[in-house]
């Protein structure tokens, strides 16, 4: 008698092909480990089966672990060589609750105001510029800006931010990245 250790699920596959079993939807086991079963045979089985596990993502995946980016390459998990966007890095430097837009080029602040009850503190604000290396100028030019100045803006590095403030509304910010 020969003995042969087989995961579960191929198991469930032989009966199914054993018994004639015409399913064209294919499952794929899970990547957990499947039990294994034990089972006793007369003689080898007549049906050669590889089993391959299915890979742990998809083609074209992307995800971030960290601040690593990660890409998926032949079914798995690679860490690539290219970083998030800087204005990603920084809104979760900042801890902030949205996200950069436009494939991280451009990140969008809008403060509290009198009558805007919702929206970002002043010091998440802070936060994004110092990250930035905002020069004190712009801290200054948005310090002093007044509902009657209208749209404003600013430019230092890669960098331009746009802005306007009116005490109901609060600042509303975009900053843009050229790369």
Known sequence: MKRLLIPF???LGLAACASGSDSSESTRPERTGAPETTVETTEAPSVSVMLTMPPECDRGDIRTVGDETQRCIDGQWKTTSVAPPV?????RACLLS????DDGKSLTLDTIGTE???GNSIEEVSCVLSELNAPDSIFERINHTRALDGMQSGIWDEFTAYWT???DDG???TIESAT
């Open 165 to 167: 403030y009116h005490p």
């Open 116 to 118: 805007d009850f919702s």
């Open 171 to 173: 600042l509303f910010l």
């Open 98 to 101: 949205i996200e950069a837009s």
């Open 87 to 91: 204005l990603v890095r920084v809104a």
């Open 9 to 11: 699920i191929a198991l």
